[in-house]
Nanobody, 121 residues
Framework: VQLQASGGGLVQAGGSLRLSCAAS????????RGWFRQAPGKERELVAS????????YYTDSVKGRFTVSRDNAKNVVYLQMDSLKPEDTAVYYC???????????????WGQGTQVTVSS
């Protein structure tokens, strides 16, 4: 499975961005998908995840009510809609394919390259 993330950029605080993660490979729709981010000097953290069929989602507390994860399995694409962005959302965002867990973790099997999101104050 190969993952290609896109949609990052520079936005002012309060603005919105939509990240996309396109997958290739015949088994790509068989995996849950996750969005991670890594800010300078910080560890990579799970931001949101969605199950294989899209029936269940997870969000870290800091993005609840602002970010929405969705997927279109017909197109093999997962989206992260980010609204009301804050400067602390600035990070490199990565998409992954793998398995969400009931404890709010994500076991990543495949990684895409990162896309930079910068939120100015």
């Amino acid at each position: 499975v190969q993952l290609q993330a896109s949609g990052g950029g520079l936005v002012q605080a309060g603005g919105s961005l939509r990240l996309s993660c396109a997958a290739s490979g015949r088994t790509s729709s068989s995996y849950g998908r996750g969005w991670f981010r890594q800010a300078p000097g910080k560890e990579r953290e799970l931001v949101a995840s969605i199950t294989r069929a899209g029936g269940s989602t997870y969000y870290t507390d800091s993005v609840k009510g602002r970010f929405t994860v969705s997927r279109d399995n017909a197109k093999n694409v997962v989206y992260l809609q980010m609204d009301s962005l804050k400067p602390e959302d600035t990070a490199v965002y990565y998409c992954a394919a793998g398995s969400p867990t009931l404890r709010g973790e994500f076991l990543s099997k495949y990684w895409g390259q990162g896309t930079q999101v910068t939120v100015s104050s």
